[in-house]
């Protein structure tokens, strides 16, 4: 997967930049606040997904403009692209994302799903160790949006009769057949979310071994890192669980139980890596599932996904510097930092950005 070029205009403080990448290293360098993850923002919504900073649509638009527009041709091994996404504020007559494929309107830009894959390494990112299960949730479910366009609506669908069941739950008492209606929802939410769970244990089986392998090589085998989905139903499946926790449904007001609740294991040495390792080696288990992202994305479509490293090479001693360039090998990557110190060494396009204009080098 590559891009051949990509033209922004009105894209956050970009008002017009041109950029004709090269196929494996680009290099952005740049003060603090110039627009390099604005632009790596830009690349990663030709993927169709929202901005991996979890902006708003409208907050894309440059201040003061109409509408925002991306485009680009990408080269997958035997097809190429015209990708378009345009972005308008709420009430315009196209709100939101929307997209054109070689020209045809393809409506919401998730459609695009499976088109152009990327890969996404950003400073956040620790935060899928450190942080709430919700951040982890979130990882898993953006990798299959993009590896299988059903997943979005499938997952749509359980979110919405999850939110009706709350609402049921909330005002339960004072609801007429609120019993049967809770049946019903059960039954619908036990059939969506099993096929959301599942999907998302497996994905975690597919990535776990290829973490487990780049962990061992970042720490030089000193150290095991383990991964695992915890589903929260068992065998017996998720209609039974749902059945079980509806006292403690009824007594919260909103439902304890199925794939909103869930998490990914995430082990060092046996310990939980979220209290018990440290920053480095948190920063190493993000990498690492990172990269498996990555080499799972090209199983699926026998493509190398674009990486965006987003300001974390600075992060990384040189070891681990070194390592992950040397991953990057054969793959378009595109590569943002303050200084070009540690670029200069290596042979890739350097690309300066200054107050939301883009200059080659
Ligand atoms: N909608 C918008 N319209 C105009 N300017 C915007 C908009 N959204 C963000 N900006 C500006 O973009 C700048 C931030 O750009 P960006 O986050 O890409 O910086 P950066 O070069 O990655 O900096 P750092 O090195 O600190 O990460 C800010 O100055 C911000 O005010
Ligand atoms: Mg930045």
């Given at each position: 997967m590559n891009i051949d070029w990509i033209e922004?205009?009105?894209?956050?403080?970009i008002e017009q930049a041109q950029l004709t990448p090269c196929q494996t290293l680009n290099v952005i360098y740049g003060k603090n606040g110039q627009?390099?993850?604005?632009?790596?923002?830009?690349?990663?919504?030709?993927?169709?997904?929202?901005?991996?900073?979890?902006?708003?649509?409208?907050?894309?638009?440059?201040?003061?403009?109409?509408?925002?527009?991306?485009?680009?041709?990408?080269?997958?091994?035997?097809?190429?692209?015209?990708?378009?996404?345009?972005?308008?504020?709420?009430?315009?007559?196209?709100?939101?994302?929307?997209?054109?494929?070689?020209?045809?309107?393809?409506?919401k830009a998730s459609n695009l799903a499976g088109i152009f894959t990327a890969v996404v390494f950003e400073p956040n990112h620790l935060s899928l160790v450190k942080g709430s299960p919700e951040g982890r949730r979130k990882f898993v479910d953006a990798a299959l949006c993009q590896l299988y366009p059903g997943y979005l609506s499938e997952y749509r669908r359980y979110l919405q009769i999850l939110t009706q069941k709350n609402a049921l739950l909330k005002h339960y008492h004072r609801t007429p057949g609120a019993a049967e209606m809770l049946e019903v929802f059960d039954e619908q939410m036990a059939a969506a979310g099993e096929k959301i769970t599942h999907r998302r244990r497996q994905y975690v089986e597919r990535i776990a071994p290829m973490a487990v392998q780049t962990y061992a090589d970042i720490s030089s085998g000193a150290e095991q890192l383990e991964l695992q989905y915890i589903a929260s139903f068992s065998e017996k499946g998720l209609l039974e669980e749902l059945k079980k926790s509806r006292k403690e449904d009824l007594r919260c007001g909103f439902c304890t139980v199925g794939p909103h609740r869930e998490d990914v294991a995430i082990r060092?040495?046996?310990?939980?890596?979220?209290?018990?390792?440290?920053?480095?080696?948190?920063?190493?288990?993000?990498?690492?599932?990172?990269?498996?992202?990555?080499?799972?994305?090209?199983?699926?479509?026998?493509?190398?996904?674009?990486?965006?490293?987003d300001d974390v090479l600075s992060e990384l001693d040189d070891g681990r510097q070194a390592y992950l360039l040397s991953r990057m090998q054969g793959r378009q990557v595109f590569v943002s930092g303050c200084d070009d110190s540690i670029f200069r060494k290596t042979d890739g396009k350097l690309l300066h950005m200054q107050g939301g204009v883009l200059t080659e080098l």
């Open positions: 922004l205009s009105n894209f956050r403080n627009g390099k993850t604005n632009l790596l923002e830009a690349i990663w919504l030709l993927t169709g997904a929202k901005s991996f900073r979890g902006s708003k649509d409208a907050e894309l638009i440059r201040r003061g403009q109409p509408f925002s527009t991306i485009r680009a041709q990408v080269q997958t091994r035997d097809l190429c692209h015209n990708i378009q996404i345009s972005i308008q504020p709420a009430g315009s007559p196209k709100p939101g994302r929307t997209a054109k494929l070689s020209g045809a309107e393809q409506g060092l040495n046996g310990q939980p890596a979220r209290t018990d390792a440290s920053q480095g080696q948190q920063r190493s288990a993000v990498l690492s599932l990172k990269l498996a992202e990555a080499a799972m994305a090209e199983q699926v479509s026998g493509e190398h996904p674009v990486m965006l490293l």
